[in-house]
């Protein structure tokens, strides 16, 4: 119950602050003393030092910080993971029993109940996502206290019948068995705070002293730090491992100060009222706190030694470096835990698949104009990175997908899985335009001034299409969804008519069969452009409203939206007005040709 407590606060709080969380740590400056107070309030709001270390290794394998950044950061980590066991600390005034006045509001006792119906009153009587997750902070909170209140009446039960004593004497004797204790418990729990919370339980058993509890205290240390340094290992690129390191280095370097230290007061006195005294919750959460604090002063100004070894241990990584690689790298599974950070690097990787589309989309209408071998190889080359980012995109999606996520991150979620395949979609289509020019190219088929006058008329208008779709993904804007609809109907119907009008050039003679065929291919193309474009829309549509999505669909289908009749009027009347023109004066040449 405890550990469930611990951990619902930690995913509410993460829940509820990870947007801001990106914003505050994108911003962190190269001074060690900010990064540092970074560090201790990410780690104190998150209550997991683990969650933060992986996080600064995600965004430094994504290059928003560098490893220099990162030094401070992860020393406050360390420091602000003790802010539980000072939490936890508050069970002494219930084992003191003498709380009175304003201090019996803040007995576990008390709070536990208070913390459970105020969390389950705000998930149940507000909807937003945000106050859920404050809901979930006082329900963990809640559980919490309960279950170390639990834990500590157990303890005391147990330790009256004198089942601890063999292990409370072997800790007094061997500060080994002690350090080995606490590595242990802490690589089963993975947490510090854990570990250190369960400690504080067993001393309301008054069988634990000083002397007993310091050298566990460090164990905990090498335990966690083992943790992170296997989870920033596992498919991790080399600045990832080096954050690693550097916790590892940090910590042992935390360890050695700590036995020393403890040692050296006790040989000079400074440690014997409490060093054979039973200890209780408090002591315990000091000795953490004051261990961590007084490491993290001694050794911020030397960090960048640390930061040399880890340079020297892990050699830089040397595959060949994609185009898009530092996007590519934004995708850190360290971020599942974070839906935010997560869905940030997905928008932008989608945008940049958005882009690169375009403009190859771009440049292979010019190349049906006049073509160019360089350029169709860039339009290749471009299109292969884009389905290296779609993949990535799609198994980066699929294992996020397993993780718990609010309602708002699903819908975004689904969103992300429909657009990076119609992105996708959209670079294949340039493509099929720039082979289409090619063999027009090599066939010797050029077309005729009439048809490009024809092509520039639809280029623009699916240009105005792909600018709402872009506009539609980037602000997640509805009403820039929902002006696709008219334009990617007026494509349809001009793709209809300028097909038609392909006849007359064929009949003319202006066009040869290779060149009519390829035309008519090119024309398919541009409408299914449109069509992805119209994909987009919905897709941005769903996310917000699935259901409004289907009514506003079967409201097209059947005539019944006025706003899309109205725009799709003004459109068709301004594009068809302009193509009719077009074709008139080539009639009005041919005639005069002919005559």
Same mark, same amino acid.
């Given at each position: 119950?405890?550990?469930?407590?611990m951990n619902?606060?930690?995913?509410?709080?993460?829940?509820?602050?990870?947007?801001?969380?990106?914003?505050?740590?994108?911003?962190?400056?190269?001074?060690?003393?900010? @990064? +540092?107070?970074?560090?201790?309030?990410?780690?104190?709001?998150?209550?997991?030092?683990?969650?933060?270390?992986?996080?600064?290794?995600?965004?430094?394998?994504?290059?928003?910080?560098?490893?220099r950044?990162?030094?401070?950061i992860?020393?406050? /980590?360390?420091?602000?993971?003790?802010?539980?066991?000072?939490?936890?600390?508050?069970?002494?005034?219930?084992?003191?029993?003498?709380?009175?006045?304003?201090?019996?509001?803040?007995?576990?006792?008390?709070?536990?109940?208070?913390a459970?119906?105020?969390?389950?009153?705000v998930?149940?009587?507000?909807?937003?996502?945000?106050?859920?997750?404050a809901g979930?902070?006082?329900?963990?909170?809640?559980?919490?206290?309960?279950?170390?209140?639990?834990?500590?009446? /157990?303890?005391?039960?147990?330790?009256?019948t004198?089942?601890?004593?063999?292990?409370?004497?072997i800790?007094?004797?061997?500060?080994?068995?002690?350090?080995?204790?606490?590595?242990?418990?802490s690589?089963?729990?993975?947490? /510090?705070?854990?570990?250190?919370?369960?400690?504080?339980?067993?001393? @309301?058993?008054?069988?634990?002293?000083?002397?007993s509890?310091? @050298?566990?205290?460090?164990? *905990?240390?090498?335990?966690?730090?083992?943790?992170?340094a296997?989870?920033?290992?596992?498919?991790a690129?080399?600045?990832?491992?080096?954050?690693?390191?550097?916790?590892?280095?940090?910590?042992?370097?935390k360890? *050695?100060?700590?036995? *020393?230290?403890?040692?050296?007061?006790?040989?000079?006195?400074?440690?014997?009222?409490?060093w054979?005294?039973?200890?209780?919750?408090?002591?315990?959460?000091?000795?953490?706190?004051?261990? #961590?604090?007084?490491?993290?002063?001694?050794?911020?100004?030397?960090?960048?030694?640390?930061?040399?070894?880890?340079y020297?241990?892990?050699?830089?990584?040397?595959?060949?470096? #994609?185009?898009?690689?530092?996007?590519?790298?934004a995708?850190?599974?360290?971020?599942?835990?974070?839906?935010?950070?997560a869905l940030?690097?997905c928008h932008?990787?989608?945008?940049?698949?958005?882009?690169?589309?375009?403009?190859?989309?771009?440049?292979?209408?010019?190349?049906?104009?006049?073509?160019?071998?360089?350029? +169709?190889?860039?339009?290749?080359?471009?299109?292969?990175?884009?389905?290296?980012?779609?993949?990535h995109?799609?198994?980066?999606?699929?294992?996020?997908?397993?993780?718990?996520?609010?309602?708002?991150d699903?819908?975004?979620?689904?969103?992300?899985?429909?657009?990076?395949?119609?992105?996708?979609?959209?670079?294949?289509?340039?493509?099929?335009?720039?082979?289409?020019?090619?063999?027009?190219h090599?066939?010797?088929?050029?077309?005729?001034?009439?048809?490009?006058?024809?092509?520039?008329?639809?280029?623009?208008?699916?240009?105005?299409?792909?600018?709402?779709?872009?506009?539609?993904?980037?602000?997640?804007?509805v009403?820039?969804?929902?002006?696709?609809?008219?334009?990617?109907?007026?494509?349809?119907?001009?793709?209809?008519?300028?097909?038609?009008?392909?006849?007359?050039?064929?009949?003319?003679?202006?066009?040869?069969?290779?060149?009519?065929?390829?035309? @008519?291919?090119?024309?398919?193309?541009?409408?299914?452009?449109?069509?992805?474009?119209?994909?987009?829309?919905l897709?941005?549509?769903?996310?917000?409203?699935p259901?409004?999505?289907?009514?506003?669909?079967?409201?097209?289908?059947?005539?019944?939206?006025?706003?899309?009749?109205?725009?799709?009027?003004?459109?068709?009347?301004?594009y +068809?007005k302009?193509?009719?023109?077009?074709?008139?004066?080539?009639?009005?040449?041919?005639?005069?040709?002919?005559?």
């Amino acid at each position: 119950m405890f550990l469930y407590g611990m951990n619902l606060m930690g995913d509410g709080l993460k829940d509820g602050s990870s947007g801001t969380l990106k914003k505050i740590m994108e911003k962190v400056t190269d001074s060690p003393v900010k @990064a +540092f107070l970074l560090g201790l309030f990410v780690t104190a709001l998150i209550q997991s030092s683990n969650a933060t270390i992986l996080i600064t290794a995600g965004l430094v394998a994504a290059n928003i910080l560098t490893v220099r950044q990162s030094l401070g950061i992860i020393v406050g /980590a360390n420091v602000g993971t003790t802010v539980t066991g000072q939490i936890i600390r508050l069970i002494d005034l219930d084992a003191g029993g003498g709380a009175a006045g304003i201090l019996e509001l803040f007995k576990p006792s008390t709070l536990a109940p208070i913390a459970l119906i105020a969390g389950t009153l705000v998930i149940k009587a507000m909807k937003k996502r945000n106050a859920k997750a404050a809901g979930a902070v006082l329900m963990g909170f809640g559980i919490l206290f309960t279950g170390m209140v639990t834990m500590t009446s /157990a303890v005391n039960s147990l330790g009256d019948t004198g089942i601890f004593d063999p292990m409370f004497a072997i800790l007094d004797k061997s500060p080994i068995f002690g350090f080995l204790i606490g590595t242990v418990m802490s690589l089963i729990l993975q947490s /510090a705070s854990a570990t250190v919370g369960i400690l504080q339980a067993f001393s @309301a058993s008054g069988g634990l002293t000083f002397k007993s509890i310091y @050298a566990v205290i460090a164990g *905990i240390y090498l335990g966690v730090t083992i943790i992170t340094a296997i989870l920033c290992s596992i498919g991790a690129r080399a600045d990832q491992r080096r954050i690693g390191i550097i916790n590892v280095l940090f910590n042992i370097a935390k360890i *050695i100060l700590t036995i *020393i230290g403890v040692l050296l007061l006790h040989r000079f006195g400074f440690l014997n009222s409490v060093w054979d005294k039973p200890i209780n919750s408090g002591v315990i959460a000091n000795m953490n706190t004051i261990s #961590n604090l007084v490491s993290a002063i001694i050794m911020l100004p030397v960090l960048t030694v640390f930061e040399k070894i880890a340079y020297r241990m892990v050699k830089d990584d040397v595959e060949p470096k #994609n185009k898009y690689a530092d996007k590519l790298d934004a995708l850190n599974p360290a971020f599942y835990k974070t839906p935010a950070l997560a869905l940030s690097s997905c928008h932008k990787l989608l945008m940049t698949m958005f882009a690169v589309s375009r403009k190859n989309i771009e440049m292979s209408l010019d190349l049906v104009k006049k073509f160019d071998e360089e350029t +169709f190889e860039q339009i290749n080359e471009e299109e292969e990175n884009v389905d290296i980012m779609s993949d990535h995109l799609s198994n980066y999606l699929a294992h996020f997908a397993g993780d718990d996520l609010s309602e708002a991150d699903t819908a975004t979620l689904n969103q992300y899985f429909k657009d990076v395949v119609e992105f996708e979609r959209l670079s294949d289509l340039a493509l099929d335009i720039a082979e289409e020019a090619r063999e027009v190219h090599e066939e010797g088929s050029a077309y005729p001034d009439s048809i490009y006058q024809e092509l520039n008329i639809l280029t623009e208008l699916i240009s105005k299409v792909l600018d709402n779709a872009e506009e539609a993904f980037a602000k997640a804007s509805v009403e820039a969804a929902k002006r696709i609809e008219p334009l990617e109907e007026v494509v349809d119907n001009l793709v209809n008519s300028m097909k038609e009008h392909a006849l007359t050039h064929l009949s003319n003679r202006d066009l040869t069969v290779v060149g009519g065929t390829s035309y @008519a291919h090119i024309l398919g193309y541009m409408e299914r452009i449109s069509d992805m474009c119209s994909n987009i829309g919905l897709a941005t549509v769903s996310r917000f409203n699935p259901i409004e999505d289907h009514e506003y669909e079967e409201n097209l289908l059947s005539g019944r939206d006025e706003e899309f009749n109205r725009e799709y009027e003004a459109a068709r009347a301004e594009y +068809f007005k302009r193509y009719d023109e077009t074709v008139r004066q080539q009639e009005n040449s041919s005639g005069e040709t002919a005559a």
